[in-house]
């Protein structure tokens, strides 16, 4: 069964310092891969997304990722992080057949220090 | 233009009663999917309605139960609330199959239901 595994629940970091986020999956084939981030009592805005090609992602609000299929990862990384960055950050996994379903991580959640 | 809006916010109920909860996707989107939250966790799929009919659903009893209009607009019904039922209840909507054709949910603010 497919599934995905976000190990750090908590991540604090100083403004302007970088962030790396971490996100592992279980899936045989390729997924598809999902960055999602939601602002207390907003819903989830996507941030990036992975279907093919390039490994290295671009996203909005200065975001990037990158999928290693040896690794099962799809970390997310910002080398510069601003105090409206702390949220929590969801990362999701999605499959073509037969499934439209998105299966997400249980997050982690970034606190940002003046 | 709108995105995917719900209602309402906030819902108080009890155990044992019934609720509905509404969705209106993202104009131009045909297919909603309906996703909860529970506190400290990741979204769940429920299930995800497409033409009116329910496409695909997830581990979730028959008590959770849906339908969709033919504006696309959507309603999650939940009978008998159980105390676990409280959650974030989130609508995304997309247009088509997501995948296939590489295109985006897009999620709503979300309803809070308690269940006391």
């Known amino acids: 069964a497919q599934s995905v595994t976000q190990p750090d629940i908590h991540i604090t970091v100083s403004e302007g310092a970088s962030l790396e986020l971490r996100c592992n999956y279980s899936y045989g084939a390729t997924p598809y891969l999902f960055w999602y981030v939601q602002s207390p009592g907003q819903g989830l805005q996507l941030l990036l997304k992975?279907?093919?090609?390039?490994?290295l992602v671009q996203g909005i609000k200065g975001f990037e990722a990158e999928f290693k299929r040896s690794q099962s990862s799809f970390n997310l990384r910002k080398p510069s992080v601003h105090w409206s960055d702390a949220a929590e950050y969801f990362c999701?996994?999605?499959?073509?057949?037969?499934?439209?379903?998105?299966?997400f991580g249980s997050g982690t959640r970034l606190l940002v220090r003046p | 233009d709108a995105g995917v809006t719900q209602s309402p916010t906030h819902l108080i109920k009890t155990r044992g009663q019934q609720v509905t909860l509404r969705c209106s996707p993202k104009s131009g989107h045909d297919t909603v999917s309906w996703y909860q939250q529970a506190l400290g966790q990741g979204p769940q799929f429920i299930f995800q309605y497409y033409e009116e009919e329910e496409r695909q659903r997830g581990n979730f009893p028959d008590r959770f139960s849906g339908h969709q209009f033919p504006n696309y607009s959507s309603e999650l019904n939940v009978n008998a609330l159980l105390l676990g039922d409280s959650a974030l209840y989130l609508c995304?909507?997309?247009?088509?199959?997501?995948?296939?054709?590489?295109?985006?949910?897009?999620f709503g603010p979300g309803t809070r239901l308690l269940v006391l």
């Open positions: 995304a909507s997309s247009l088509g199959q997501i995948f296939l054709y590489q295109e985006t949910q897009y």
């Open positions: 992975y279907f093919s090609g390039d490994t």
């Open positions: 999701a996994v999605g499959r073509l057949d037969s499934s439209y379903k998105l299966i």
